[in-house]
């Protein structure tokens, strides 16, 4: 545990300054959402953003390796056990859209998926 732990740890310090300081000040749209993946979840397994939004989800395989396939996104990244990956995209359309494990990991692998959504950026039409 704690082992893996550091390791983590000392991968997300070396991402930090390959990217660099810059980016995280101008601040805008970008958000950061961590998330982890093991037999057979994903979790949280249900993400919302806002329309728009340039998303970053930084997952984290816990037990064995996984991947995470966004198909509406043309996403599907490997992770690697126990460090943490990030996954960019904008959402730049309203909608609920599957993702789901794309490594084989075992028996529940088929039921190891969640879903993203988006909400509208639009108000709703009828304020109260
Ligand atoms: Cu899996």
């Not at 983590?8 to 998330?35: D, F, R, W, Y």
């Not at 993400?47 to 390796?65: E, P």
């Not at 599957?98 to 028996?107: I, Y």
């Amino acid at each position: 545990m704690i082992h893996h732990r550091w390791i983590g740890v000392l991968i997300a310090g070396m991402a930090l300054s390959g990217v660099g300081a810059g980016a995280q000040e101008s601040g805008s749209a970008a958000s950061e959402i961590k998330m982890t993946a093991k037999k057979y979840e994903f979790d949280p397994s249900t993400v919302t953003v806002k329309q728009g939004q340039h998303v970053k989800l930084v997952i984290t395989a816990l037990d064995r390796d996984h991947g995470f396939e966004l198909k509406a996104f043309h996403i599907n990244q490997h992770l690697k056990k126990g460090v943490p990956t990030t996954v960019e995209f904008t959402a730049d359309r309203p909608g609920t859209f599957p993702f789901k494990c794309s490594d084989f990991c075992g028996l529940g692998h088929s039921r190891m998926k969640g879903q993203l959504v988006v909400e509208a950026a639009s108000p709703p039409a009828q304020p109260q």
